[in-house]
């Protein structure tokens, strides 16, 4: 089961709060939405001499992104930690980005862990996706699936696309649970439904097997789509696939291998390097295709071995053609 922690979330800052706000912290908040960051810092430093958490964590936020200010790592995490110590969840969380990355803290996912515990105890939500990746990946903390599950289920109903994929993920493997296609598709759509490519490719297939109902294509690609447009290769593949099977008159299969290919997708290589020895979409061009294996086979990270031998053969079939493509070429 494969969990995917994206990125730290830079720049996310919610202005949201459940205890009422001061008349200069709302100030303060409004200012910042408005790109007005010296009014904010204006507005935050008289609040943090008084103690106040929320703005604390706000000031941290324009010293770590270098909003209206010089940015100044250091002084971000003091003005954090103050926050922390306050309790609040945000800079709780910002503590735990900033330790997982190595971002002005030494990087230590057990100290990550410790922070994005503080700030799941207070239900937030990114805080509990994190700590569901650690304990699925045992990084930080001791392996534990029915932990990283948990987590992912808080974060997944608190309507994180993320942790709504990875619980699809587990259902759809049954690592962890028992397997249950229906509760994964439900998942994936939720996921789907916020833009999260890896969800709409993972419903593309599905749709396409059959798995939960007869197979739709029309459903598969209009996933597979959404995923690829939004820069997911192997959705670009497996639309590519779908028109090549289905035949779309207003696009062609090649377009989206090459796409693929181009972000080192393997699949989408070795389906750009056949569409360039054939001259399907694409003039025929053997050295072309010859070039894209090549990448392939000088991927250490591929392991498969029967990938890499269907590349290897392919490549030695197309350099006995090569000779004949050039005369032909030549003669033309």
Not at 65 to 70: A, I, L, S, Y
């Amino acid at each position: 089961m494969r969990y995917l922690l994206i990125s730290v979330v830079t720049g996310f800052l919610p202005l949201t709060s459940i205890a009422a706000d001061s008349e200069d912290l709302l100030a303060a908040k409004s200012a910042i939405r408005a790109g007005d960051y010296g009014e904010a810092r204006a507005a935050l430093e008289p609040l943090d001499q008084a103690g106040d958490a929320d703005a604390q964590h706000l000031l941290g936020y324009l010293y770590e992104n270098g909003f209206g200010v010089t940015r100044d790592l250091q002084h971000a995490v003091n003005l954090y930690l103050r926050a922390a110590r306050g309790g609040n969840a945000e800079a709780q969380f910002a503590l735990g980005e900033l330790a997982y990355e190595g971002e002005g803290i030494e990087q230590n996912a057990k100290t990550a862990a410790g922070w994005y515990l503080l700030a799941a105890k207070q239900d937030h939500a990114l805080a509990k996706l994190r700590l569901g990746v650690l304990y699925a990946e045992g990084n930080g903390v001791k392996r534990d699936r029915q932990k990283a599950l948990s987590y992912f289920e808080d974060a997944a109903i608190a309507g994180e696309p993320i942790a709504q994929r990875n619980l699809a993920i587990a259902y759809l493997s049954g690592d962890g649970v028992a397997q249950n296609l229906g509760k994964a598709a439900e998942w994936f759509e939720l996921a789907a439904a916020k833009g999260d490519a890896v969800a709409n490719y993972n419903l593309g297939l599905l749709y396409q097997s059959g798995r939960i109902g007869p197979p739709d294509l029309t459903a598969s690609a209009e996933k597979m789509r959404a995923g690829a447009e939004a820069g997911f290769p192997p959705a670009m593949v497996g639309l590519g696939l779908l028109l090549h099977e289905t035949g779309g008159a207003d696009e062609l299969p090649v377009d989206w291998f090459e796409l693929a290919a181009a972000q080192g997708d393997p699949q989408g290589r070795f389906l750009y390097a056949v569409a360039l020895a054939e001259g399907d979409g694409r003039p025929q061009d053997i050295a072309g295709a010859i070039g894209q294996l090549d990448l392939i086979l000088a991927d250490k990270t591929l392991l498969d071995p029967e990938f890499r031998r269907q590349v290897s053969s392919l490549r030695k079939t197309l350099l006995k053609d090569l000779p004949r493509n050039r005369q032909a070429t030549n003669r033309n």
